[in-house]
């Protein structure tokens, strides 16, 4: 993993998988400085190779979709203007000045199609996280209504696990598990409305949310993190959905499909990291993240303007 930039008036304090995120170093602790940077990761790995302006991309579409969902539940960001009191210019349109958080610790997770870790526990039980679903389902159909099927969170290496609704009410409150999937349920209803209107299928997403600290929402459910991004969600071209295979998608799945091919050389069970991507993986899966974002806010984001 490449080291986190020195940014001027932020320490760093930590990085996941995608992104950094600093402090003030000094005043303001109510704010820290979210930065998504262009790593990518795939099977629990954070691969050597960036793509190059993802981290724009991912801030972008995140900032834009904050907006469309403003009126069902406030989100974490203060600003994303470059300059004094904001963005430093290093990292100006993949970074957000965003309010601290208590965050939940659960993946708040929406599916309304079946793939994934869902269709591998449901060919095992015919349930996905103890929810029961009609027989006869395959890759890619569509749900008879979307569920909720939250997930812990790990650590960056190893995996989320899914779990049943009662394992999260012990973990957090019965009260709050419930307002966590209604939550959860209303913003992937209004996105998936969204998305559908512009011919793209939103398959599933996962959300972060945490409680506000201060203000006069203190104590409310926030958006926090990233929203509704090729990162977090499967969106599938609409025209292209046949279930019973693999959809095509606008994410990272050039570089998963590489990854395990013959070409890359690479044994998934291994100890071993993976290794470099070849530039038309790389150039590949960028396009896909661009034209996730053009086909959703219906305008062309221009990467050299943030280079």
């Given at each position: 993993?490449?080291?986190p930039?020195?940014l001027?008036?932020?320490?760093?304090?930590?990085?996941?998988?995608?992104?950094?995120?600093?402090?003030?170093t000094?005043?303001?602790?109510?704010?820290v400085?979210?930065?998504?940077?262009?790593?990518?990761?795939?099977?629990?790995?954070?691969?050597?190779t960036p793509v190059?302006?993802?981290?724009?991309?991912?801030?972008?579409?995140?900032?834009?979709?904050?907006d469309?969902?403003?009126?069902?539940?406030?989100?974490?960001?203060?600003?994303?203007e470059?300059?004094?009191?904001g963005v430093?210019?290093?990292?100006?349109?993949?970074?957000m000045?965003?309010?601290?958080?208590?965050?939940?610790?659960?993946?708040?997770?929406a599916?309304?199609?079946?793939?994934?870790?869902?269709?591998a526990?449901?060919?095992?039980?015919?349930?996905?996280t103890?929810?029961?679903?009609?027989?006869g389902l395959?890759?890619?159909?569509?749900?008879?209504?979307?569920?909720?099927?939250?997930?812990?969170?790990?650590?960056v290496?190893?995996?989320d696990?899914?779990?049943?609704?009662?394992v999260?009410?012990?973990?957090?409150?019965?009260e709050?598990?419930?307002?966590?999937r209604?939550?959860?349920l209303?913003?992937?209803?209004?996105?998936?409305?969204?998305?559908?209107?512009r011919g793209?299928?939103?398959a599933?997403?996962?959300l972060?949310l945490?409680?506000?600290?201060?203000?006069?929402d203190?104590?409310?459910?926030?958006?926090?993190?990233?929203v509704?991004?090729?990162?977090?969600?499967?969106?599938?071209?609409?025209?292209?959905?046949?279930?019973?295979?693999?959809?095509?998608?606008?994410?990272?799945?050039?570089?998963?499909?590489?990854?395990?091919?013959?070409?890359?050389?690479?044994?998934?069970?291994?100890?071993?990291?993976?290794?470099?991507?070849?530039?038309?993986?790389?150039?590949?899966?960028?396009?896909?993240?661009?034209e996730?974002?053009?086909?959703?806010?219906?305008?062309?984001?221009d990467?050299q303007?943030?280079a």
């Amino acid at each position: 993993m490449t080291e986190p930039l020195q940014l001027p008036g932020w320490r760093h304090v930590y990085s996941g998988k995608v992104r950094d995120l600093y402090e003030p170093t000094a005043g303001d602790d109510a704010v820290v400085l979210v930065v998504a940077s262009d790593r990518i990761s795939a099977y629990d790995h954070v691969l050597s190779t960036p793509v190059p302006g993802k981290g724009v991309v991912l801030t972008q579409l995140s900032l834009w979709w904050f907006d469309q969902l403003a009126d069902l539940v406030p989100h974490h960001v203060v600003t994303a203007e470059p300059g004094p009191g904001g963005v430093p210019h290093e990292v100006a349109g993949r970074a957000m000045v965003c309010r601290r958080l208590d965050m939940v610790p659960v993946e708040c997770v929406a599916r309304g199609y079946l793939t994934g870790s869902g269709l591998a526990e449901y060919r095992e039980s015919g349930q996905v996280t103890g929810i029961p679903l009609p027989d006869g389902l395959v890759d890619g159909s569509r749900l008879p209504e979307p569920i909720f099927t939250p997930a812990t969170k790990a650590a960056v290496g190893e995996h989320d696990e899914n779990v049943s609704l009662e394992v999260v009410a012990g973990q957090v409150g019965r009260e709050l598990a419930e307002e966590l999937r209604d939550l959860t349920l209303r913003v992937y209803a209004r996105a998936e409305g969204i998305a559908r209107e512009r011919g793209v299928i939103l398959a599933d997403t996962k959300l972060e949310l945490g409680r506000a600290t201060q203000g006069p929402d203190a104590g409310a459910l926030v958006l926090g993190d990233e929203v509704l991004t090729p990162d977090s969600s499967r969106f599938w071209p609409a025209a292209q959905w046949e279930p019973g295979r693999a959809q095509p998608s606008f994410d990272k799945q050039f570089v998963r499909d590489w990854l395990t091919s013959p070409a890359s050389g690479w044994d998934r069970a291994s100890d071993a990291p993976p290794p470099p991507l070849p530039a038309d993986v790389v150039e590949r899966t960028r396009d896909r993240y661009l034209e996730a974002y053009r086909l959703l806010t219906g305008q062309n984001l221009d990467l050299q303007a943030y280079a």
